[in-house]
């Protein structure tokens, strides 16, 4: 798996869009781009994926760069349901989970 | 939600004592995975399996065996618990077709 880097934290304020990057520098051809994000104890929860293509769904988007290096996950209007830990990972089948990074939306 | 369900909740047991930990789905899928969370690791794979009696290890599996009889049962024993597998445990599951995992609610362990 590609080693991804992300800030350990971030502030949103309620209802604008949350950012959250993500850089990996090293990912290989074959490896997709995974979020999921884990909400206090809770099991961990998938939010999208991609190889190379900007994708969308119900959640979020996912921006790849072209050079697919780094990408940035976007919540569009950012609830208080939002709070939780969000891990960016870069595999191709097997999914090793980071640190991540702790958004806190505030209201 | 997919259907994942992972017994018992919460278990406490003494250092030396064997633990078996259950996870069933309902979703009939192929590959099941055993994680452990504990604070400054993020979430670390322990086992996982890619079919009935299919298994093998992950990065964390020193202390731990597995099992998998049938599609919705993956098991996860400790032969002899000790105070550093103190953790949260979380069961996982994938279809074949798919990339994404779909976790449980998580079992919490301690061992004292």
Redesign the interface.
Known sequence: DAKTTQPTSMDCAEGRAANLPCNHSTISGNEYVYWYRQIHSQGPQYIIHGLKNNETNEMASLIITEDRKSSTLILPHATLRDTAVYYCIASYQKVTFGTGTKLQVIP | DAGITQSPRHKVTETGTPVTLRCHQTENHRYMYW?RQDP??????IH?SYGVKDTDKG?VSDGYSVSRSKTEDFLLTLESATSSQTS?Y?C?IRGGDS????????TRLTVT
Not at chain 2, 99 to 106: H, N, V
């Open positions: 994680y400054g690791h993020g979430l670390r794979l996982y990065e949260v979380f996982a990339y994404e995992q779909y976790f449980g609610p998580g």
